[in-house]
Protein backbone atom coordinates (compact mmCIF):
# COMPACT_ATOMS: atom_id res chain seq x y z
CA UNK A 1 0.00 0.00 0.00
CA UNK A 2 1.20 3.39 -1.09
CA UNK A 3 -0.11 6.94 0.33
CA UNK A 4 -1.30 9.16 -2.06
CA UNK A 5 0.39 11.78 -3.42
CA UNK A 6 -2.66 14.16 -3.01
CA UNK A 7 -2.96 13.40 0.60
CA UNK A 8 -1.15 16.74 2.40
CA UNK A 9 -0.02 14.48 5.23
CA UNK A 10 2.21 12.85 3.01
CA UNK A 11 5.11 14.49 0.77
CA UNK A 12 6.84 12.25 -2.44
CA UNK A 13 10.37 11.72 -0.79
CA UNK A 14 13.33 11.14 -4.49
CA UNK A 15 16.67 11.36 -4.31
CA UNK A 16 19.21 10.62 -1.46
CA UNK A 17 19.91 14.35 -0.41
CA UNK A 18 15.82 14.62 0.26
CA UNK A 19 15.72 11.60 1.94
CA UNK A 20 18.86 12.87 4.49
CA UNK A 21 16.85 16.22 4.89
CA UNK A 22 14.60 14.06 6.26
CA UNK A 23 17.03 13.58 8.75
CA UNK A 24 15.36 16.08 11.59
CA UNK A 25 12.83 13.35 12.59
CA UNK A 26 15.22 10.44 13.14
CA UNK A 27 17.83 13.10 15.06
CA UNK A 28 15.96 15.44 16.90
CA UNK A 29 14.22 13.32 19.43
CA UNK A 30 16.69 10.52 20.78
CA UNK A 31 17.82 12.35 23.88
CA UNK A 32 14.59 11.68 25.08
CA UNK A 33 14.08 8.23 23.52
CA UNK A 34 17.10 6.85 24.78
CA UNK A 35 15.56 6.70 28.25
CA UNK A 36 14.01 3.74 26.89
CA UNK A 37 16.38 1.20 26.18
CA UNK A 38 16.31 -2.82 25.76
CA UNK A 39 16.74 -4.48 28.79
CA UNK A 40 17.83 -8.12 28.59
CA UNK A 41 16.99 -8.29 25.26
CA UNK A 42 13.45 -6.27 25.22
CA UNK A 43 12.25 -2.85 25.53
CA UNK A 44 12.07 -1.79 28.88
CA UNK A 45 9.41 1.05 29.76
CA UNK A 46 10.81 4.00 31.65
CA UNK A 47 7.47 5.94 32.96
CA UNK A 48 6.83 9.81 33.63
CA UNK A 49 5.48 10.82 37.03
CA UNK A 50 1.83 9.58 37.55
CA UNK A 51 0.15 12.93 37.49
CA UNK A 52 1.31 13.81 34.27
CA UNK A 53 -0.33 11.43 32.19
CA UNK A 54 -2.18 7.75 32.49
CA UNK A 55 1.04 5.18 31.84
CA UNK A 56 1.27 3.08 28.69
CA UNK A 57 0.73 -1.02 28.53
CA UNK A 58 2.68 -2.61 26.42
CA UNK A 59 1.10 -2.92 22.81
CA UNK A 60 -1.45 -6.38 23.02
CA UNK A 61 -0.86 -8.89 20.01
CA UNK A 62 -2.76 -7.94 16.99
CA UNK A 63 -3.81 -10.94 16.17
CA UNK A 64 -7.50 -12.13 17.21
CA UNK A 65 -7.68 -13.13 20.59
CA UNK A 66 -10.46 -13.82 23.19
CA UNK A 67 -11.62 -10.63 24.95
CA UNK A 68 -12.95 -11.29 28.55
CA UNK A 69 -15.27 -8.50 30.41
CA UNK A 70 -13.48 -6.60 33.18
CA UNK A 71 -14.01 -8.74 36.01
CA UNK A 72 -16.68 -8.08 38.56
CA UNK A 73 -16.06 -5.78 41.27
CA UNK A 74 -16.42 -7.16 44.97
CA UNK A 75 -19.81 -5.94 46.40
CA UNK A 76 -19.79 -3.88 49.46
CA UNK A 77 -20.86 -4.72 52.48
CA UNK A 78 -24.65 -4.85 53.12
CA UNK A 79 -26.52 -1.56 53.72
CA UNK A 80 -27.63 -4.12 56.98
CA UNK A 81 -24.35 -5.01 58.10
CA UNK A 82 -23.81 -3.34 61.27
CA UNK A 83 -20.33 -1.30 61.53
CA UNK A 84 -17.66 -1.85 64.15
CA UNK A 85 -14.95 -0.55 65.66
CA UNK A 86 -11.75 -1.20 64.35
CA UNK A 87 -9.86 -3.93 65.86
CA UNK A 88 -7.98 -2.75 69.42
CA UNK A 89 -10.67 0.03 69.44
CA UNK A 90 -12.30 -0.59 72.87
CA UNK A 91 -15.14 -3.13 73.16
CA UNK A 92 -15.82 -4.27 69.78
CA UNK A 93 -19.51 -3.10 70.55
CA UNK A 94 -21.95 -2.60 67.42
CA UNK A 95 -22.47 1.03 66.47
CA UNK A 96 -25.83 2.38 64.90
CA UNK A 97 -25.65 2.44 61.12
CA UNK A 98 -27.16 6.08 59.84
CA UNK A 99 -28.55 3.70 56.53
CA UNK A 100 -29.31 5.63 53.26
CA UNK A 101 -30.58 4.81 49.45
CA UNK A 102 -30.25 5.47 46.11
CA UNK A 103 -31.40 4.55 42.92
CA UNK A 104 -28.03 3.32 40.77
CA UNK A 105 -26.93 5.23 38.03
CA UNK A 106 -28.26 3.67 34.89
CA UNK A 107 -25.14 2.75 32.45
CA UNK A 108 -24.47 4.90 29.83
CA UNK A 109 -23.92 2.13 26.90
CA UNK A 110 -21.76 4.19 25.23
CA UNK A 111 -19.13 3.89 27.85
CA UNK A 112 -18.76 0.44 28.05
CA UNK A 113 -15.73 -1.79 26.73
CA UNK A 114 -14.34 -4.77 27.78
CA UNK A 115 -10.96 -3.47 28.43
CA UNK A 116 -9.48 -1.93 31.19
CA UNK A 117 -5.89 -0.22 32.12
CA UNK A 118 -4.90 -3.55 33.82
CA UNK A 119 -6.53 -5.14 30.88
CA UNK A 120 -3.93 -3.28 28.15
CA UNK A 121 -6.54 -0.43 27.75
CA UNK A 122 -6.75 3.12 29.14
CA UNK A 123 -8.38 5.06 32.29
CA UNK A 124 -11.70 5.71 32.74
CA UNK A 125 -11.06 9.26 32.15
CA UNK A 126 -9.67 8.63 28.86
CA UNK A 127 -11.64 11.38 26.83
CA UNK A 128 -11.58 13.59 29.85
CA UNK A 129 -11.80 17.30 28.62
CA UNK A 130 -12.35 16.35 24.78
CA UNK A 131 -15.06 17.49 23.33
CA UNK A 132 -17.72 15.00 21.68
CA UNK A 133 -18.05 16.69 18.29
CA UNK A 134 -14.02 16.33 17.81
CA UNK A 135 -14.25 12.69 18.80
CA UNK A 136 -17.80 12.46 16.92
CA UNK A 137 -15.65 13.37 13.63
CA UNK A 138 -11.94 12.22 13.85
CA UNK A 139 -12.66 8.77 14.99
CA UNK A 140 -14.52 7.18 11.56
CA UNK A 141 -11.32 8.92 10.04
CA UNK A 142 -8.87 6.92 12.08
CA UNK A 143 -7.20 4.86 9.44
CA UNK A 144 -8.31 1.38 9.50
CA UNK A 145 -6.05 0.04 6.61
CA UNK A 146 -2.98 1.22 8.82
CA UNK A 147 -0.24 -1.30 7.83
CA UNK A 148 1.06 -0.26 11.53
CA UNK A 149 1.32 -2.78 13.98
CA UNK A 150 1.79 -0.05 16.34
CA UNK A 151 -1.05 2.07 15.75
CA UNK A 152 -3.57 -0.87 14.83
CA UNK A 153 -2.85 -1.47 18.39
CA UNK A 154 -3.26 1.90 19.66
CA UNK A 155 -6.46 2.12 17.80
CA UNK A 156 -8.08 -1.03 18.79
CA UNK A 157 -7.31 -0.70 22.81
CA UNK A 158 -8.83 2.81 22.22
CA UNK A 159 -11.86 1.52 20.70
CA UNK A 160 -12.60 -1.22 23.06
CA UNK A 161 -11.76 0.54 26.19
CA UNK A 162 -14.34 0.82 29.19
CA UNK A 163 -14.43 4.75 29.08
CA UNK A 164 -16.73 7.70 29.99
CA UNK A 165 -18.10 9.16 26.67
CA UNK A 166 -16.36 12.74 26.36
CA UNK A 167 -18.92 15.85 27.37
CA UNK A 168 -21.24 17.34 24.47
CA UNK A 169 -24.22 17.48 22.79
CA UNK A 170 -24.72 13.99 21.08
CA UNK A 171 -24.98 14.12 17.66
CA UNK A 172 -23.77 10.82 16.91
CA UNK A 173 -23.73 7.01 18.42
CA UNK A 174 -20.39 6.61 19.61
CA UNK A 175 -21.00 3.02 20.33
CA UNK A 176 -21.68 2.28 16.51
CA UNK A 177 -18.95 4.43 15.33
CA UNK A 178 -16.61 2.40 18.00
CA UNK A 179 -18.34 -0.65 16.66
CA UNK A 180 -17.95 0.44 12.88
CA UNK A 181 -14.44 1.52 13.14
CA UNK A 182 -13.28 -2.03 14.54
CA UNK A 183 -15.56 -3.71 11.68
CA UNK A 184 -13.55 -1.57 8.85
CA UNK A 185 -10.07 -2.68 10.79
CA UNK A 186 -11.69 -6.40 9.94
CA UNK A 187 -11.38 -6.80 14.21
CA UNK A 188 -14.07 -9.71 14.31
CA UNK A 189 -12.59 -10.89 17.69
CA UNK A 190 -12.78 -6.80 19.19
CA UNK A 191 -16.19 -6.19 17.96
CA UNK A 192 -17.68 -9.21 19.53
CA UNK A 193 -16.56 -8.18 22.54
CA UNK A 194 -17.78 -4.56 22.30
CA UNK A 195 -20.94 -6.08 21.13
CA UNK A 196 -21.64 -8.50 24.13
CA UNK A 197 -21.81 -5.85 26.54
CA UNK A 198 -23.45 -3.75 24.53
CA UNK A 199 -27.35 -3.43 25.76
CA UNK A 200 -29.01 -2.23 22.82
CA UNK A 201 -26.72 -5.10 20.83
CA UNK A 202 -29.95 -7.06 19.82
CA UNK A 203 -32.27 -3.92 18.57
CA UNK A 204 -29.40 -0.88 17.36
CA UNK A 205 -30.47 -1.24 13.70
CA UNK A 206 -26.86 0.37 13.28
CA UNK A 207 -25.24 -2.03 15.27
CA UNK A 208 -27.19 -4.92 13.97
CA UNK A 209 -26.28 -4.66 10.55
CA UNK A 210 -22.24 -4.06 11.50
CA UNK A 211 -22.12 -7.16 13.45
CA UNK A 212 -24.29 -9.29 10.25
CA UNK A 213 -21.88 -7.56 7.70
CA UNK A 214 -18.65 -8.75 9.86
CA UNK A 215 -19.90 -12.38 10.21
CA UNK A 216 -20.47 -12.68 6.62
CA UNK A 217 -16.85 -11.92 6.14
CA UNK A 218 -15.86 -14.18 8.30
CA UNK A 219 -17.90 -17.24 7.12
CA UNK A 220 -19.74 -17.72 10.36
CA UNK A 221 -23.02 -18.94 8.52
CA UNK A 222 -24.35 -20.85 11.25
CA UNK A 223 -24.28 -17.42 13.94
CA UNK A 224 -25.26 -14.78 11.01
CA UNK A 225 -28.48 -16.94 10.18
CA UNK A 226 -29.38 -16.99 13.88
CA UNK A 227 -29.06 -12.99 13.62
CA UNK A 228 -30.76 -12.67 10.21
CA UNK A 229 -33.70 -14.80 11.99
CA UNK A 230 -34.24 -12.65 14.96
CA UNK A 231 -34.81 -9.97 12.45
CA UNK A 232 -37.34 -12.34 10.44
CA UNK A 233 -40.82 -10.02 10.53
CA UNK A 234 -39.16 -6.89 12.16
CA UNK A 235 -38.08 -5.18 9.34
CA UNK A 236 -38.77 -4.58 5.48
CA UNK A 237 -35.18 -3.54 4.75
CA UNK A 238 -33.98 -5.23 1.69
CA UNK A 239 -31.10 -5.95 3.17
CA UNK A 240 -32.30 -8.21 5.77
CA UNK A 241 -34.31 -9.90 2.76
CA UNK A 242 -31.77 -10.74 0.80
CA UNK A 243 -29.42 -12.32 4.40
CA UNK A 244 -32.93 -13.96 4.76
CA UNK A 245 -33.00 -15.37 1.57
CA UNK A 246 -29.06 -16.28 1.54
CA UNK A 247 -29.78 -18.38 4.64
CA UNK A 248 -32.70 -20.59 2.75
CA UNK A 249 -30.92 -21.59 0.14
CA UNK A 250 -27.77 -22.56 2.81
CA UNK A 251 -30.88 -25.02 4.47
CA UNK A 252 -32.06 -26.24 1.10
CA UNK A 253 -35.26 -24.03 1.17
CA UNK A 254 -34.66 -23.06 -2.56
CA UNK A 255 -38.34 -22.89 -3.62
CA UNK A 256 -38.40 -20.13 -0.90
CA UNK A 257 -35.41 -18.41 -1.37
CA UNK A 258 -36.44 -18.00 -5.24
CA UNK A 259 -39.68 -16.84 -4.37
CA UNK A 260 -38.08 -14.26 -1.89
CA UNK A 261 -35.64 -13.52 -5.15
CA UNK A 262 -38.42 -13.18 -7.24
CA UNK A 263 -40.52 -10.20 -4.84
CA UNK A 264 -37.49 -8.72 -4.78
CA UNK A 265 -37.10 -7.72 -7.85
CA UNK A 266 -41.07 -6.98 -8.24
CA UNK A 267 -40.14 -4.43 -5.99
CA UNK A 268 -37.26 -2.67 -8.24
CA UNK A 269 -34.63 -4.30 -6.43
CA UNK A 270 -31.78 -4.74 -9.37
CA UNK A 271 -28.69 -6.28 -7.91
CA UNK A 272 -27.61 -8.61 -10.63
CA UNK A 273 -25.10 -9.86 -8.51
CA UNK A 274 -27.24 -11.20 -6.04
CA UNK A 275 -29.25 -13.15 -8.67
CA UNK A 276 -26.56 -14.66 -10.07
CA UNK A 277 -24.57 -15.64 -6.59
CA UNK A 278 -27.76 -17.14 -5.93
CA UNK A 279 -28.06 -19.05 -8.91
CA UNK A 280 -24.24 -20.87 -8.07
CA UNK A 281 -25.37 -21.34 -4.83
CA UNK A 282 -28.55 -23.15 -5.10
CA UNK A 283 -28.04 -24.60 -9.32
CA UNK A 284 -24.56 -24.85 -9.12
CA UNK A 285 -24.16 -22.23 -11.88
CA UNK A 286 -21.17 -20.34 -13.11
CA UNK A 287 -21.69 -17.06 -13.66
CA UNK A 288 -19.10 -14.54 -14.76
CA UNK A 289 -18.28 -11.88 -12.31
CA UNK A 290 -15.49 -9.50 -13.73
CA UNK A 291 -15.54 -7.20 -10.69
CA UNK A 292 -16.16 -7.42 -7.07
CA UNK A 293 -14.88 -3.94 -6.38
CA UNK A 294 -18.36 -3.02 -4.82
CA UNK A 295 -19.25 -5.89 -3.67
CA UNK A 296 -21.32 -6.50 -0.17
CA UNK A 297 -20.12 -8.54 2.54
CA UNK A 298 -23.41 -10.98 1.61
CA UNK A 299 -21.74 -11.26 -1.38
CA UNK A 300 -18.94 -12.34 -0.70
CA UNK A 301 -20.57 -14.43 1.56
CA UNK A 302 -22.46 -16.08 -1.52
CA UNK A 303 -19.62 -16.56 -3.05
CA UNK A 304 -17.31 -18.39 -1.11
CA UNK A 305 -20.68 -20.68 0.12
CA UNK A 306 -20.99 -21.61 -3.82
CA UNK A 307 -16.99 -22.01 -3.95
CA UNK A 308 -17.17 -19.83 -6.69
CA UNK A 309 -14.16 -18.77 -8.51
CA UNK A 310 -13.70 -14.40 -7.34
CA UNK A 311 -12.68 -11.93 -9.73
CA UNK A 312 -8.50 -10.80 -9.64
CA UNK A 313 -9.69 -7.62 -8.30
CA UNK A 314 -10.46 -8.85 -5.05
CA UNK A 315 -6.99 -9.11 -3.82
CA UNK A 316 -6.62 -5.14 -4.08
CA UNK A 317 -9.15 -4.56 -1.82
CA UNK A 318 -8.85 -2.34 0.58
CA UNK A 319 -10.93 -3.93 3.52
CA UNK A 320 -8.85 -6.18 6.09
CA UNK A 321 -11.42 -8.77 6.43
CA UNK A 322 -11.92 -9.03 2.59
CA UNK A 323 -8.71 -10.00 1.82
CA UNK A 324 -8.24 -12.32 4.89
CA UNK A 325 -11.79 -13.79 3.83
CA UNK A 326 -9.87 -14.17 0.26
CA UNK A 327 -6.42 -15.35 2.14
CA UNK A 328 -8.35 -17.94 4.03
CA UNK A 329 -10.45 -19.79 0.84
CA UNK A 330 -8.50 -22.91 -0.24
CA UNK A 331 -10.62 -23.19 -3.38
CA UNK A 332 -9.51 -19.85 -5.04
CA UNK A 333 -5.96 -19.78 -6.88
CA UNK A 334 -2.71 -19.64 -5.53
CA UNK A 335 -1.45 -16.53 -6.46
CA UNK A 336 -4.74 -14.72 -5.89
CA UNK A 337 -4.74 -15.91 -1.87
CA UNK A 338 -1.09 -15.18 -1.33
CA UNK A 339 -1.83 -11.65 -2.52
CA UNK A 340 -4.47 -11.31 0.05
CA UNK A 341 -2.54 -13.33 2.37
CA UNK A 342 0.50 -11.24 2.46
CA UNK A 343 -1.29 -7.70 2.63
CA UNK A 344 -3.70 -9.08 5.34
CA UNK A 345 -0.73 -10.02 7.57
CA UNK A 346 0.67 -6.28 6.94
CA UNK A 347 -2.62 -5.21 8.09
CA UNK A 348 -2.67 -7.33 11.12
CA UNK A 349 -5.93 -9.44 10.71
CA UNK A 350 -4.08 -12.55 9.75
CA UNK A 351 -1.14 -14.25 12.03
CA UNK A 352 2.10 -14.67 10.11
CA UNK A 353 2.16 -18.00 11.20
CA UNK A 354 -1.18 -18.53 9.39
CA UNK A 355 1.37 -17.15 6.05
CA UNK A 356 3.90 -19.13 6.60
CA UNK A 357 1.38 -21.62 6.71
CA UNK A 358 0.22 -20.44 3.00
CA UNK A 359 3.29 -20.23 1.74
CA UNK A 360 4.47 -23.94 3.35
CA UNK A 361 1.42 -25.46 1.71
CA UNK A 362 2.44 -24.67 -1.81
CA UNK A 363 3.17 -27.57 -3.48
CA UNK A 364 6.51 -26.67 -6.09
CA UNK A 365 8.54 -29.35 -7.74
CA UNK A 366 12.14 -30.01 -7.10
CA UNK A 367 13.70 -28.18 -10.06
CA UNK A 368 11.19 -25.08 -9.26
CA UNK A 369 12.79 -24.96 -5.37
CA UNK A 370 16.07 -25.36 -6.90
CA UNK A 371 15.76 -22.35 -8.88
CA UNK A 372 14.44 -20.37 -5.84
CA UNK A 373 16.91 -17.45 -5.77
CA UNK A 374 17.31 -16.73 -9.31
CA UNK A 375 12.98 -16.96 -9.77
CA UNK A 376 12.55 -14.43 -6.61
CA UNK A 377 15.13 -12.04 -8.30
CA UNK A 378 13.12 -12.24 -11.97
CA UNK A 379 9.95 -12.55 -10.71
CA UNK A 380 9.05 -10.80 -7.24
CA UNK A 381 5.44 -12.10 -6.91
CA UNK A 382 3.44 -13.18 -4.27
CA UNK A 383 4.29 -16.93 -5.68
CA UNK A 384 7.96 -16.59 -6.07
CA UNK A 385 8.29 -14.83 -2.09
CA UNK A 386 6.06 -18.16 -1.17
CA UNK A 387 8.96 -20.60 -3.23
CA UNK A 388 11.54 -18.84 -2.05
CA UNK A 389 10.09 -19.37 1.78
CA UNK A 390 9.33 -22.90 1.19
CA UNK A 391 13.01 -23.45 -0.31
CA UNK A 392 14.59 -21.90 3.18
CA UNK A 393 12.27 -24.02 5.33
CA UNK A 394 13.83 -26.85 4.52
CA UNK A 395 17.14 -25.66 4.16
CA UNK A 396 19.55 -27.85 6.56
CA UNK A 397 23.05 -26.34 5.85
CA UNK A 398 23.38 -22.56 7.91
CA UNK A 399 25.28 -20.88 5.04
CA UNK A 400 22.86 -21.75 2.24
CA UNK A 401 20.15 -20.62 5.00
CA UNK A 402 21.99 -17.62 5.70
CA UNK A 403 21.86 -16.98 1.75
CA UNK A 404 18.34 -17.57 1.36
CA UNK A 405 17.15 -15.12 4.37
CA UNK A 406 19.21 -12.27 3.16
CA UNK A 407 17.83 -12.58 -0.62
CA UNK A 408 14.56 -12.32 0.87
CA UNK A 409 14.53 -9.68 2.92
CA UNK A 410 16.62 -7.54 0.02
CA UNK A 411 13.74 -8.03 -1.81
CA UNK A 412 11.22 -7.41 0.26
CA UNK A 413 12.87 -4.05 1.11
CA UNK A 414 12.75 -3.23 -2.58
CA UNK A 415 8.96 -4.08 -2.84
CA UNK A 416 8.11 -2.37 0.22
CA UNK A 417 7.13 -5.93 1.78
CA UNK A 418 10.06 -5.80 4.22
CA UNK A 419 7.84 -6.01 7.97
CA UNK A 420 6.04 -8.53 6.17
CA UNK A 421 9.27 -11.17 5.34
CA UNK A 422 10.94 -9.78 8.45
CA UNK A 423 8.19 -11.39 10.35
CA UNK A 424 7.97 -14.42 8.10
CA UNK A 425 11.64 -15.27 8.39
CA UNK A 426 12.12 -13.83 12.27
CA UNK A 427 11.75 -17.78 13.60
CA UNK A 428 15.05 -19.16 10.81
CA UNK A 429 16.82 -15.90 11.57
CA UNK A 430 16.73 -16.91 15.43
CA UNK A 431 17.55 -20.55 14.70
CA UNK A 432 20.93 -19.56 12.85
CA UNK A 433 23.29 -19.14 15.49
CA UNK A 434 25.44 -15.45 14.69
CA UNK A 435 28.86 -16.23 14.28
CA UNK A 436 32.52 -14.04 12.27
CA UNK A 437 31.66 -17.04 9.49
CA UNK A 438 27.53 -15.43 9.11
CA UNK A 439 29.60 -11.73 9.15
CA UNK A 440 27.88 -10.90 5.93
CA UNK A 441 24.43 -11.20 7.39
CA UNK A 442 24.63 -9.36 10.65
CA UNK A 443 23.61 -5.90 9.15
CA UNK A 444 20.15 -8.15 7.88
CA UNK A 445 19.76 -9.91 10.59
CA UNK A 446 20.40 -7.58 13.38
CA UNK A 447 18.02 -5.14 11.37
CA UNK A 448 15.16 -7.91 10.99
CA UNK A 449 14.88 -8.41 14.66
CA UNK A 450 15.07 -5.04 15.84
CA UNK A 451 12.34 -4.13 13.10
CA UNK A 452 9.76 -6.68 14.93
CA UNK A 453 10.98 -7.01 17.81
CA UNK A 454 11.35 -7.50 20.66
CA UNK A 455 14.92 -7.40 19.71
CA UNK A 456 16.23 -10.98 21.00
CA UNK A 457 18.94 -11.73 19.40
CA UNK A 458 19.72 -8.24 17.57
CA UNK A 459 22.52 -7.78 19.92
CA UNK A 460 24.67 -10.62 19.21
CA UNK A 461 24.59 -10.09 15.54
CA UNK A 462 25.30 -6.39 16.29
CA UNK A 463 27.95 -7.26 18.98
CA UNK A 464 29.86 -9.33 16.00
CA UNK A 465 29.63 -6.50 13.68
CA UNK A 466 31.04 -4.18 15.92
CA UNK A 467 33.83 -6.10 16.72
CA UNK A 468 34.71 -7.07 13.09
CA UNK A 469 34.97 -3.03 12.15
CA UNK A 470 37.80 -2.15 14.28
CA UNK A 471 39.95 -4.15 12.08
CA UNK A 472 37.95 -4.18 8.61
CA UNK A 473 36.29 -0.98 6.90
CA UNK A 474 33.74 -3.19 5.06
CA UNK A 475 32.56 -3.94 8.64
CA UNK A 476 32.83 -0.61 10.00
CA UNK A 477 30.63 0.67 6.81
CA UNK A 478 27.98 -2.20 7.55
CA UNK A 479 27.88 -0.88 11.40
CA UNK A 480 27.69 2.70 10.79
CA UNK A 481 24.65 2.20 8.01
CA UNK A 482 22.88 0.34 11.01
CA UNK A 483 23.77 2.29 13.83
CA UNK A 484 21.13 4.82 13.90
CA UNK A 485 18.39 2.42 13.52
CA UNK A 486 20.28 -0.01 16.96
CA UNK A 487 19.99 3.76 18.17
CA UNK A 488 16.09 3.94 18.07
CA UNK A 489 16.00 0.43 19.47
CA UNK A 490 17.99 1.33 22.57
CA UNK A 491 20.72 -1.05 21.48
CA UNK A 492 23.30 1.81 21.31
CA UNK A 493 23.63 3.08 24.94
CA UNK A 494 24.80 6.87 25.09
CA UNK A 495 28.33 6.02 25.73
CA UNK A 496 28.86 4.16 22.50
CA UNK A 497 27.29 7.42 20.49
CA UNK A 498 27.79 10.74 19.57
CA UNK A 499 26.39 13.35 16.90
CA UNK A 500 29.33 12.64 14.61
CA UNK A 501 28.06 9.04 13.94
CA UNK A 502 25.27 10.38 11.83
CA UNK A 503 28.17 11.85 9.89
CA UNK A 504 29.44 8.33 9.54
CA UNK A 505 25.86 7.02 8.53
CA UNK A 506 25.74 9.44 5.54
CA UNK A 507 28.65 8.71 4.77
CA UNK A 508 28.36 5.13 4.46
CA UNK A 509 24.77 5.26 2.84
CA UNK A 510 25.69 7.61 0.34
CA UNK A 511 26.69 4.71 -1.23
CA UNK A 512 23.93 2.40 -0.92
CA UNK A 513 20.55 3.21 -3.56
CA UNK A 514 17.70 3.97 -1.83
CA UNK A 515 19.06 4.69 1.63
CA UNK A 516 17.07 6.96 3.67
CA UNK A 517 17.80 9.38 6.72
CA UNK A 518 17.99 8.03 10.01
CA UNK A 519 15.88 9.02 13.59
CA UNK A 520 18.11 8.90 16.94
CA UNK A 521 16.70 12.11 18.23
CA UNK A 522 20.48 13.83 18.81
CA UNK A 523 21.40 16.62 17.88
CA UNK A 524 22.56 16.71 13.95
CA UNK A 525 26.03 18.79 12.82
CA UNK A 526 25.08 21.44 10.87
CA UNK A 527 27.65 20.49 8.63
CA UNK A 528 25.17 17.75 7.49
CA UNK A 529 22.56 19.84 7.19
CA UNK A 530 24.33 22.04 4.84
CA UNK A 531 24.25 19.04 2.58
CA UNK A 532 20.91 18.76 2.64
CA UNK A 533 19.18 22.05 2.44
CA UNK A 534 18.21 22.47 -1.36
CA UNK A 535 16.26 19.73 -1.12
CA UNK A 536 14.07 20.67 1.15
CA UNK A 537 10.14 20.99 0.56
CA UNK A 538 7.15 23.77 1.15
CA UNK A 539 4.49 21.11 1.86
CA UNK A 540 3.46 21.01 5.37
CA UNK A 541 1.01 19.47 7.67
CA UNK A 542 -2.40 20.51 8.31
CA UNK A 543 -2.18 22.83 11.11
CA UNK A 544 -5.85 22.77 12.65
CA UNK A 545 -4.59 18.57 13.01
CA UNK A 546 -1.09 19.73 14.17
CA UNK A 547 -2.02 22.05 16.46
CA UNK A 548 -4.96 20.26 18.36
CA UNK A 549 -2.76 17.23 18.49
CA UNK A 550 0.16 19.52 20.44
CA UNK A 551 -2.64 21.11 22.71
CA UNK A 552 -4.13 17.27 23.40
CA UNK A 553 -0.39 16.00 24.45
CA UNK A 554 -0.23 18.94 26.54
CA UNK A 555 -2.81 18.93 28.51
CA UNK A 556 -2.65 14.83 29.09
CA UNK A 557 -5.79 13.88 26.70
CA UNK A 558 -4.40 10.43 26.01
CA UNK A 559 -7.59 9.53 23.89
CA UNK A 560 -7.68 12.43 22.26
CA UNK A 561 -4.16 12.24 21.30
CA UNK A 562 -4.06 8.56 19.83
CA UNK A 563 -6.62 9.48 17.80
CA UNK A 564 -5.53 12.58 16.21
CA UNK A 565 -1.96 10.65 15.89
CA UNK A 566 -3.34 7.97 14.26
CA UNK A 567 -5.50 10.92 11.66
CA UNK A 568 -2.41 12.45 11.42
CA UNK A 569 -0.69 9.63 10.16
CA UNK A 570 -2.76 7.87 8.08
CA UNK A 571 -2.61 4.30 6.47
CA UNK A 572 0.42 4.12 4.27
CA UNK A 573 3.39 3.23 6.04
CA UNK A 574 5.08 5.36 8.33
CA UNK A 575 8.23 5.78 6.36
CA UNK A 576 6.79 7.71 4.01
CA UNK A 577 4.39 9.89 6.11
CA UNK A 578 5.74 13.54 6.46
CA UNK A 579 9.13 13.76 8.35
CA UNK A 580 7.80 17.10 10.33
CA UNK A 581 4.16 15.20 11.53
CA UNK A 582 6.04 11.80 12.26
CA UNK A 583 8.18 13.39 14.59
CA UNK A 584 5.35 15.48 15.70
CA UNK A 585 3.57 12.43 16.79
CA UNK A 586 6.19 10.56 18.33
CA UNK A 587 6.75 13.46 20.62
CA UNK A 588 2.79 14.00 21.60
CA UNK A 589 2.58 9.67 22.37
CA UNK A 590 5.88 10.44 24.55
CA UNK A 591 4.10 13.69 26.13
CA UNK A 592 1.21 11.26 27.52
CA UNK A 593 3.72 8.81 28.83
CA UNK A 594 3.36 6.33 25.65
CA UNK A 595 7.01 6.08 25.54
CA UNK A 596 6.87 2.29 24.42
CA UNK A 597 4.54 3.12 21.40
CA UNK A 598 6.63 6.20 20.55
CA UNK A 599 9.66 3.94 19.93
CA UNK A 600 8.02 1.32 18.23
CA UNK A 601 6.89 4.07 15.74
CA UNK A 602 10.30 5.86 15.49
CA UNK A 603 11.39 1.99 14.86
CA UNK A 604 8.69 1.29 12.44
CA UNK A 605 9.79 4.50 10.54
CA UNK A 606 12.74 3.72 10.19
CA UNK A 607 12.71 0.56 8.72
CA UNK A 608 10.07 1.33 6.11
CA UNK A 609 12.45 4.89 4.69
CA UNK A 610 14.72 1.95 4.01
CA UNK A 611 17.93 1.89 7.03
Not at 324 to 343: F, G, H, I
Request: contains cysteine.
Amino acid sequence: MTASRNNPRYRPISGFRARFAAARLFVSLGVGLSAVVLADGALAQQRGPQSQAPQSQAPQSLTPRTLEAPPAQTPPPSVNEPARTPSGGGTGSVLPLDVQSAPLAAIDPESIGPLNREQGGFDFDMWSGTRRGLVETMLPQMPAQTVSPTLRDLMRRLLLTNAQAPAGEAKKNLLASRAAQLAAMGDGTGLDALLRMAPSRGTDPALLRIEADMLFLESDNARVCALVASQSGTTSDNYWRKADIFCQALAGEQARAWLGADLLREHGDKDVLFVDLLDALTNGAKPKVDSMATALPLHFAMARAAKMALPADVAKSEHPAILRLVATTPTLPAEQRLEAAERAEAMGVLETKVLRDIYAGMAFPKEQLDKALSTAQSEKTAISRALLYVRASRETVPTALAQIVQQALLLARDSGRYQTQARVYRDLIVGLPPSRDLLWLAPEAARALLATGPANGANAWFDILRASAVLDDQSARMRDRLLPLARIAGAVRDPDWSPDAVANWYTAASAVEGAKPPYTGDTVPDAQWEKTVSSGSTVVPNAALWRQLQSASLAGRIGETIMLSTVALGAGPTGQADPTVLRFVVESLRGVNLDYEARALAIEAAVSAGI
